[in-house]
């Protein structure tokens, strides 16, 4: 069955430190790989997304996000985090009839 | 362009009434979809369609109606409400070809609540 976990809840750093958030899947087939933010009250943007070729791939708002096949893992990053990045994250795997999303991570910014 | 418009953005209703919350795209996308957003549980499919007539049932299909009449609408039923469905739901839509590659464009959701 196809899942996709992320295992922080809620993350904290510092503005202009780096960040990683993470993301594992679960999914039988070659994944199509997705990231969304969601500001309050918003819907969800899409940030990035993979599905073939290079592994690291380059999103909106400098952040980027990497495709490891052996860990099952597409944790996404960024060098330096701005205070308007404060936002709910999503991973999530595209089946071709639904999308599966992970729980989310809270990302909080502190000056 | 307005891209995936839902409405209303807030309602409250009483155990037992229906209502209907209203999802229309202009982008002419053959796929969409509702979901429901609850606190540590993601996003989870309600329903979804892929095209005019056509509507399957996805993870959390219970307490729910659809129907798809014209490409561009996608509303969604609750028969009888429940303080079970208080929740944030979002319509999405996307292209139909290569649906596994296509991102979904999502509403800016409307927050039920149930009393």
């Known amino acids: 069955a196809q899942s996709v976990t992320q295992p922080d809840i809620h993350i904290t750093v510092s503005e202009g430190a780096s960040l990683e958030l993470r993301c594992n899947y679960s999914?039988?087939?070659?994944?199509?790989l997705f990231w969304y933010v969601q500001s309050p009250g918003q819907g969800l943007q899409l940030l990035l997304k993979?599905?073939?070729?290079?592994?690291l791939v380059q999103g909106i708002k400098g952040f980027e996000a990497e495709f490891k096949r052996s860990q099952s893992s597409f944790n996404l990053r960024k060098p330096s985090v701005h205070w308007s990045d404060a936002a709910e994250y999503f991973c999530a795997v595209n089946t071709g009839n639904q999308f599966y999303f992970g729980t989310g991570t809270s990302l909080t910014v502190i000056p | 362009n307005a891209g995936v418009t839902q409405t209303p953005k807030f309602q409250v209703l009483k155990t037992g009434q229906s209502m209907t919350l209203q999802c229309a795209q202009d982008?002419?996308?053959?796929?969409m979809s509702w979901y429901r957003q609850d606190p540590g549980m993601g996003l989870r499919l309600i329903h979804y369609?892929?095209?005019?007539?056509?509507?399957d049932q996805g993870e959390v299909p219970n307490g729910y109606n659809v129907s798809r009449s014209t490409t561009e609408d996608f509303p969604l039923r609750l028969l009888s409400a429940a303080p079970s469905q208080t929740s944030v739901y979002f319509c999405a839509s996307s292209y139909s070809e290569n649906l596994r590659e296509t991102e979904a464009f999502f509403g800016q959701g409307t927050r039920l609540t149930v009393v």
């Open positions: 999914y039988g087939a070659t994944p199509y």
């Open positions: 982008m002419n996308h053959e796929y």
């Open positions: 369609s892929v095209g005019a007539g056509i509507t």
């Open positions: 993979y599905f073939s070729g290079d592994t």
